[in-house]
């Protein structure tokens, strides 16, 4: 019931509910703050599913100074998915290479690096690119290398770690630098930070800063994320 009513309003990071002298309360977790405040707009004061008043308020931040939490590889898929879409953006690995095994005390350690690449639709990208780039829908590309090492008494068991865990600090590195903003005409951009891009055509852009006021929100993905709470 939950899930069904507040995820109406924006994707949700998950929901956390309790009961306190026969009360229930939940904790609703969203990406961004506009959604958290339209979900409180919209519910607090009304008679929920279950016949009952419900009050919707704003949680205060855990930190002072930081409202803001990390988030893992697939969340970090699931609001690129939701924000950007499933076709806009893909993701490959252009190699996966040994560094070696060594003996060690407890066994064979064993090591990969990994170099990842994600691209998106340029015309998403914040860029200064060509005109003619977005109508033909080309790609605008990132990459990053990660490494992954992993002890064991077996080796295949090993190096089927240390590959998963070079891929996966790749791809974390790539979400590092990648900031979803949301657009106040309800469209999205894709902001790399500090990063240059590659087009299709191997052409460097590197990105613009925001010069307006249209941005209201930003998501840094896998690195941060605005939080808002409600309780009900």
């Not at 405040?37 to 599913?49: F, I, S, V």
């Not at 690995?93 to 090591?111: A, F, H, N, Y």
Request: charged share 25%.
């Amino acid at each position: 019931m939950l899930y069904e009513t507040f995820s109406t309003f924006g994707l949700l990071n998950g929901i956390f509910n309790f009961e306190m002298e026969g009360r229930l309360f939940a904790f609703v977790k969203y990406y961004v703050s506009f959604s958290a405040q339209n979900a409180r707009k919209a519910l607090h004061g009304n008679t929920g599913p279950n016949g009952k008043r419900w009050s919707v308020q704003m949680a205060k931040p855990r930190k002072k100074n930081d409202d803001r939490m990390a988030l893992g590889i697939d969340k970090s898929v699931e609001v690129l998915n939701y924000y950007v879409g499933v076709g806009n953006w893909n993701s490959g690995i252009r190699s996966l290479v040994s560094e070696g095994m060594e003996k060690v005390d407890g066994g064979i350690r064993c090591s990969y690096s990994c170099q990842a690449i994600m691209s998106f639709r340029s015309e998403m990208c914040i860029a200064k690119k060509r005109e003619d780039e977005a109508s033909n829908g080309q790609w605008t590309s990132i990459e990053a290398e990660g490494k992954g090492s992993r002890t064991g008494k077996d080796s295949k068991i090993a190096l089927g770690f240390a590959k998963k865990l070079a891929i996966t600090d790749a791809r974390k590195k790539i979400f590092e630098k990648l900031a979803i903003v949301l657009l106040s005409n309800g469209k999205v951009a894709l902001h790399f930070l500090n990063e240059e891009m590659h087009s299709d055509e191997d052409t460097i852009q590197p990105p613009q800063p925001l010069c307006d006021n249209s941005a209201i929100e930003c998501i840094l993905s896998d690195e941060n994320a605005d939080r808002e709470a409600h309780m009900l």
